[in-house]
Nanobody, 121 residues
């Protein structure tokens, strides 16, 4: 069974940084594409970043390109999302998902509890 636990969220001021972690169990992160998603209050869940297998190429939504970096640590079986230059519109619950590499709005799916990110002064 594929299981992930997201962590690292918090409250930061605009312009600040956070690093989210997606700790995997029951599978090896190197064997799956891993996506990061977020859902803001009242909005659809959307994919913001993905790291693929076979070389680990990465893709980002336009809204986070240049500010967010997704990476993978195979030794720790964890995928990270480094978020810099945070904006209030980055506020939301962030989720990771193995085998799901979608940017933009996404409906349905099975999700963990996520980690809350709040950007506010």
């Amino acid at each position: 069974q594929l299981h992930v636990v997201e962590s690292g969220g918090g409250l930061v001021q605009p312009g600040g940084s956070l690093r989210l972690s997606c700790a995997a169990s029951g599978f090896t992160v190197d064997d799956y594409a891993i996506g990061w998603f977020r859902q803001a209050p009242g909005k659809e869940r959307e994919g913001v970043a993905c790291i693929r297998t076979n070389g680990g190429s990465t893709v980002y939504a336009d809204s986070v390109e240049g500010r967010f970096t997704i990476s993978r640590d195979n030794a720790k079986n964890t995928v990270y999302l480094q978020m810099n230059s945070l904006k209030p519109e980055d506020t939301g619950i962030y989720y990771c998902a193995p085998g799901l590499c979608t940017l933009g709005p996404i409906k349905g799916g099975s999700w963990g509890q996520g980690t809350q990110v709040t950007i506010s002064s």
